[in-house]
């Protein structure tokens, strides 16, 4: 049973930080990419930032300059740094990971329960 567990979620104000953190437990035998995606009310759920087992990062344009993520393999860990926060930002964000369960010969995708940010202006 492979999970994800997201934190460092909250209400911030409009120029302010938030790091997330997503901590992977369970049986991956190799992980492909793992991907910060935020869900905004009434809207589909989009990428934010993801980066694959090489360290190669891609982002979303909205979130381009202000945003980072990271991972710690060691901790099996991925980070999203969020600097500059904007209202347009307030969303659930969810950890994402597509990687090869013990056992399987398929890579799948795997979802954390979401961490809510809200930023006031």
């Known amino acids: 049973q492979v999970q994800l567990v997201e934190s460092g979620g909250g209400l911030v104000q409009a120029g302010g930080s938030l790091r997330l953190s997503c901590v992977v437990s369970g049986n991956i035998v190799s992980i492909n990419a793992m991907a910060w995606y935020h869900q905004a009310p009434g809207k589909q759920r989009e990428l934010v930032a993801r980066i694959t087992s090489s360290g190669s990062a891609n982002y979303a344009g909205s979130v381009k300059g202000r945003f980072t993520i990271s991972r710690d393999n060691a901790k099996n860990t991925v980070y999203l740094l969020m600097n500059s926060l904007k209202p347009e930002d307030t969303a659930v964000y969810y950890c994402?990971?597509?990687?090869?369960?013990?056992?399987?010969?398929?890579?799948?995708?795997?979802w954390g329960q979401g961490t809510q940010v809200t930023v006031s202006s």
């Open positions: 994402n990971l597509n990687g090869l369960p013990s056992g399987s010969y398929r890579y799948m995708d795997y």
